[in-house]
């Protein structure tokens, strides 16, 4: 049983506070919790942790502490994951989340979590279904009401009017242009030794769907090579077992914006980039020599790239010059940050130059680890493709997107 | 301060005087006003403002169209209401006209503010409402109104049975039109499980609920959150043969691929408890939940992935083989945060074995040279840990004297503690141990672990270092700046070790240890050096053979969490329980216990017939532990503040000492013995027995006792127990022997019971026997876990106890 769910701002200060049982919470646990955190030296605490007289369970999303508490055995996920799911419908119907956001429209941020909970235990989470009974605050309701003097949120149809067979989708959808997007989001983990050796190379992706079809389409998306997908996760409209004989997603899809799986990919050979790097240090000073370049062709340009290089506290200042892109220092966190941008065909990108060390530390005791971040356009990294999507049960022929994008999630170069 | 407090009154009575002119009124641009105004008033309670003054305004303004305004004003009533009585009834006038309206959500709207007020005079009010709401023409309002109906079934339960409401209910969701009322109609039966009792009284509740969920094969009508309570029923039910178990498990083996983690490792709960007593297909299940746990902590969420970790550190610990191939994955990402490496490292810790033993360890070396100090130090812990458990350590002495080299002195520290561990465990490579540990500058130690190990090492392979008396000269010379005793007493036992093999050397040394010793301020100390002198005064021979007798290598350093601990979590998997490492019972207070429950103080008023059959609901050993007080008629010490989550409790046995249970050692005879009183005891005679008749146990006491001690014996017996249908017979049969009941709980064809006998003659609060007892009875037989404080008398008590099932009819 969730009691009580409270917003604070990064500053820790109480934003608003929603209790869905009798007993109230009072709102001095939240300056218990927020003294927990200075202790840990501004550290995120772990997501479940108790308190003198409740358990709380957070998630924190751009700066926004989603803090909620109980007092009560129940199982973890289900608290967290119904405070991912409100992260996620705030962000989407706000369009951004932070402390300003939150205030300007605490009142549908109310009405929000009043319908996303009922007395401790979630209800409606599903953001389709939310927008059919809380009309979201558009620009276009907002200039509407400023001239006309109407009410903004009010929605026109009532909700659930019309009963639909299934839960997540209402029946009466209608679209003037029926369209239906896909993304697939491809995250990479990887981890190099420093002999640039591949220790550990995964991939995690998603595919992202954004539906504006009319009426009860039922769709089914075929992959060329699903064969390579070592575990995926539906969202609840795919039916499992379409999957489990034909490798085949079958669904009718929710309106808007929803996550249709995701997956993991094992054992990747293809990391796009590598790293390598060259420190010595010696009498009070560490020379460094980074390379980066391309390992192999990701056939599509490989993009956003960016090398951070967190130093060790003995390292008192950098001296550093790329031969590509730009470095600059942060002194407070002693992290010299590289943007590379695109690799230029003619040039490999090389960071040289020299750390001085704190007086009496001969040489670099520690050694760092950089992080890479990149960006591929229009390509999946573990290879996954569509195949076909087939569209049934609607009149209309709808357009049909696709996307792809691989991104770095952490890739890790040891030195 | 007071000019601001002052500012602002004037501002709340200025509120009320505008809220005022606005009742009634029906000018033009007048919701536009109320809308701001009541921003105004939400705004402040959202700053945490009191502004319950204006409630009765707020109500008699909220005669409006405008749904926003509506929303606000339940907002606010459903705030303040508690805090005026007074007000309630008007409150509830306004709610119920509001449940009359057009718009349908304003309906639904009011009618949740209505339920969610839960007070007990205004039940007639709500069913009235209620009952109309059930057959409204909107899908919201029914949907509303099914929550209501929980609402109500918690703080009035009789009225909600008068009015047909759950027959109500139970037609709706199969029978409404709408697929999202049907899921709500669901979701209420399955939070108020009890329903199913009162219509069929003679199956259990299990049972019930299992064929009923399983049988109708409907888990995906229930929404993703009622899954999870549904799921978590299905994996209390006992299935009656494994046919029935892979049934359950193929319907719901594709929840396994939920995008809700809730729903997966409820699903997963499922499968680790049917399978439970069926060891290959339980292995099976292991093999079969791992990828999408690995998938859900791949997931980018840290907060969900740490909850999903301690899962997956609990499974690992349990069956670390069958996670060997996956050790990959518990490598630390740079950026987890220190708590997730802690628990990603213990992980790698478990699963080393002899195939993935070397790049584990080179990982490990890798956090070993991390900035963060304390993955440093958990990673170079875990590498010894490795060493410890695994015959082929070659590798990883190499690895962990090159941690010696590393110059840090934390590093330094750690590893000579655990250098001292693996050679105490492995004399054979002492001899490269010592070479590296003598280069090692004991000026840059000063973590007193590290130097009371780096001390023991001195003492101990003095014959290997040359200079180990002269280290050990400057270590005693700084006596009194030591802060530690326990760098101390080692030191005082090093300079008598050292004395025994080069005394030449260090008589001096050894005088000068002696010297201070006797004069420390620690007890300890104090006494360990008069033992020592006077030790020393009957011979060097004798004092030897007591100091520094021949060592054995130690086989097998003692576990900190004991195996039966986990297994207590590992019942409550799916729960925080699992997070602290803790079973909810040390944690958690008793009345919050209970998964799922309200915690209300609107307690149920009316007794039900049902209430007798609760446990049978909860987790068994929790609900029984509820029960017992009742039952067993002892006098139960309160206790105390439980509301509070317990810090760990400590870990009684320090790093290294071998497990020695204190209770199995004669402690007498070696005293004796050192002391040369030379006392020959004769062997005791067969003990009889006598229980107390009135033994004293409170429950916290027990489960202390029960978790301290180790199973002294554990039999079957046979006891004629076919027609045993609740525990209570049993109980007063035992009483009558003078074993007593502590807890007890389950159904037919499996009871458990927990009891406990006191010797008679014993001091208060001593001599117990505790007992765990599973009656199967339909086999009829049951297993007995004994415990016991004196171990000379367990097997005249087992005696005794079955002799007293012998005799049960």
């Known amino acids: 049983m969730i009691q009580c769910l409270f917003l604070l701002s990064d500053a820790g200060d109480v934003i608003l506070e929603k209790q869905w049982m009798g007993k109230r919470v009072e709102r001095s646990i939240c300056s218990w919790f927020w003294r927990q955190r200075s202790e840990m030296e501004d550290q995120d605490p772990p997501s479940v942790i108790a308190s003198p007289t409740h358990y709380l369970l957070h998630i924190v999303r751009e700066g926004v502490t989603f803090l909620a508490c109980t007092a009560s055995e129940m199982p973890p996920l289900l608290g967290i994951e119904f405070l991912c799911k409100v992260a996620s419908v705030l962000e989407n119907y706000l369009g951004g989340l932070n402390e300003d956001i939150l205030k300007d429209n605490f009142v549908i941020v109310y009405e929000i979590l009043d319908e996303m909970m009922d007395s401790g235990f979630p209800s409606t989470t599903e953001p389709s279904v939310l927008k059919e009974i809380i009309a979201p605050p558009n620009l276009v309701s907002r200039v509407l009401s400023v001239v006309t003097g109407t009410s903004s949120s009010l929605n026109a149809a009532s909700p659930l009017a019309t009963s639909s067979q299934v839960s997540w989708r209402a029946s009466n959808v209608k679209h003037s242009n029926n369209e239906i997007y896909f993304d697939l989001v491809e995250e990479m983990d990887a981890v190099f030794n420093r002999d640039g050796f591949v220790v550990k190379c995964e991939a995690y992706g998603e595919i992202q769907a954004t539906s504006r079809l009319s009426g009860m389409p039922e769709l089914s998306l075929t992959f060329a090579n699903a064969d390579i997908l070592h575990d995926v996760n539906f969202h609840p409209c795919v039916r499992y077992r379409a999957w489990e004989a034909d490798q085949m997603l079958s669904f009718i899809p929710p309106d808007g914006a929803f996550k249709l799986m995701s997956y993991r990919v094992k054992g990747l050979k293809n990391p796009p980039l590598f790293v390598r790097p060259q420190l010595s240090s010696g009498e009070g000073i560490c020379r460094v020599n980074v390379l980066v370049g391309l390992r192999g062709d990701p056939g599509k340009p490989v993009d956003a790239i960016i090398v951070q290089l967190p130093w060790p506290p003995s390292v008192v200042s950098t001296n550093l010059s790329p031969s590509v892109g730009t470095v600059t220092y942060s002194f407070s966190t002693k992290v010299s940050t590289w943007i590379i941008g695109r690799i230029p065909k003619d040039k490999s990108p090389c960071l040289s130059g020299t750390l001085q060390l704190e007086p009496g530390i001969n040489r670099l005791e520690e050694f760092p680890t950089f992080l890479v971040g990149f960006k591929i356009q229009g390509t999946a990294v573990s290879g996954l493709k569509v195949d076909k999507m087939d569209i049934r049960n609607v009149e209309y022929r709808p357009y049909k997107g696709f996307r792809a994008v691989t991104r770095a999630a952490s890739y890790e170069i040891r030195t | ?809």
């Open chain 2, 1 to 809: 301060m007071n000019a601001d407090s002052g500012h602002r009154k004037g501002e709340i009575a200025e509120l009320k005087s505008q809220l005022r002119q606005l009742a009634g009124s029906r000018a033009p641009g007048v919701e536009e006003v109320k809308r701001e105004l009541y921003k105004k008033v939400i705004s402040y309670m959202t700053i945490g403002i009191d502004v319950s003054s204006l409630f009765s305004e707020m109500v008699m303004c909220s005669a409006t169209s405008d749904l926003v305004v509506k929303k606000m004003c339940y907002l606010y009533v459903g705030n303040y209401a508690k805090v005026h009585p007074d007000l309630a009834l008007l409150t509830i006038n306004f709610l119920q006209r509001d449940c009359q309206d057009d718009d349908p959500m304003i309906r639904g709207l009011a009618l949740r503010s209505l339920c969610s007020l839960r007070v007990m005079n205004f039940v007639e009010y709500l069913v009235g409402s209620l009952r109309k709401a059930l057959k409204d023409n909107n899908g919201y309002v029914r949907q509303v109104a099914a929550m209501g109906v929980l609402k109500l079934y918690h703080i009035a339960p009789t009225a909600c049975i008068e009015n047909d409401f759950v027959a109500t209910l139970k037609s709706m969701l199969s029978q409404d039109p709408d697929a999202q009322v049907r899921e709500w109609s669901r979701t209420v039966c399955v939070r108020c499980k009890r329903f199913w009792f009162w219509r069929e009284p003679t199956m259990t509740v299990q049972t019930k609920i299992g064929r009923y969920y399983i049988a109708s094969k409907s888990i995906k009508d229930f929404s993703e959150w009622a899954q999870c309570l549904v799921l978590d029923m299905v994996s209390k039910y006992i299935p009656v043969d494994p046919n029935e178990t892979f049934d359950i498990m193929n319907l719901l083996e594709d929840r396994l691929q939920h995008s809700n983690s809730a729903v997966v490792l409820a699903t997963i709960k499922v499968f680790l408890q049917l399978t439970i007593s069926m060891a290959d297909v339980h292995q099976q299940v292991y093999e079969r939940i791992k990828a999408p746990l690995l998938t859900l902590i791949s997931s980018g969420s840290p907060e969900l992935s740490y909850a999903v970790l301690s899962h997956l550190h609990l499974l690992v610990m349990r069956a670390p083989i069958l996670f060997s191939s996956d050790y990959k994955h518990f490598y630390c990402r740079y950026s987890d945060p220190s708590y997730v490496k802690k628990l990603k490292i213990e992980m790698l810790t478990a699963v080393a074995s002899e195939s993935n033993m070397y790049e584990i360890v080179t990982e490990l070396s890798e956090y070993a040279a991390n900035v963060d100090v304390g993955i440093t130090r958990e990673a170079i812990r875990a590498v010894g840990k490795i060493a410890l458990n695994l015959c082929d350590v070659n590798a990883i002495v190499d690895r962990l004297l090159q941690f010696l080299e590393m110059e840090r002195d934390y590093v330094t520290a750690e590893t000579l503690v655990l250098v001292k561990d693996l050679v105490r465990k492995y004399p054979e490579w002492s001899h490269d141990c010592i070479a590296v540990v003598g280069n090692v500058s004991s000026k840059s130690i000063q973590e007193p672990k590290a130097k009371a190990a780096l001390i023991w090492m001195l003492g101990e392979y003095s014959h290997d270092m040359l200079d180990a008396p002269y280290v050990l000269e400057s270590f005693v010379d700084n006596w009194l700046e030591e802060d530690s005793p326990e760098v101390r007493l080692e030191l005082l036992t090093a300079a008598a070790k050292i004395f025994f093999k080069r005394p030449p050397e260090s008589q001096k040394l050894l005088g000068a240890a002696l010297a201070a010793a006797v004069d420390d301020p620690d007890q300890d100390v104090h006494d360990r050096g008069l033992f020592y002198y006077r030790l020393l005064q009957q011979g060097v021979q004798t004092a030897e053979s007591i100091v520094n007798p021949p060592k054995k290598a130690v086989s097998d350093f003692a576990d900190i969490q004991n195996s039966e601990m986990r297994d207590r979590i590992f019942d409550e998997f799916n729960s925080l329980s699992v997070i602290y490492r803790e079973p909810s019972y040390m944690f958690l207070d008793k009345e919050h216990r209970k998964l799922y429950e309200f915690s209300d103080e609107a307690a149920p008023t009316d007794v039900l017939p049902t209430q007798k059959l609760d446990a049978n609901d909860n987790d068994l050993l929790l609900g029984a532990f509820d029960k017992e007080e009742s039952q067993s008629g002892v006098s139960n010490g309160d206790d105390g503040p439980l509301s509070a989550p317990r810090s760990p409790s400590p870990t009684l046995l320090g790093d290294s000492v071998p497990p020695v249970s204190a209770s199995n050692i004669p402690a007498a005879f070696g005293i004796d013995d050192l002391l040369g009183l030379n006392i020959s005891t004769p062997p005791p005679p067969p003990p009889s027995l006598v229980l107390s008749s009135k033994p004293v146990l409170d429950s916290g006491t027990f489960q202390k006792k029960w978790s301290q001690l180790p199973v002294a014996l554990s039999f079957e017996h046979p006891i004629s127990a076919q027609s045993l249908k609740t525990t209570q017979p049993l109980l007063r049969h035992m009483q009558e022997k003078s074993v007593q009941c502590m807890a007890s709980g389950g159904q037919s064809p499996t009871f458990k019971f927990f009891f406990f006998a006191q010797k008679a003659d014993g001091m208060p609060g001593t001599g117990f026997f505790l007992v765990e007892c599973l009656v199967h009875t339909s086999a009829g037989k049951a297993s007995v876990k004994v415990k016991s404080e004196d171990s000379t008398f367990t097997a005249a008590f087992s005696d005794l106890f079955k002799s007293a099932l012998s005799s049960f009819m």
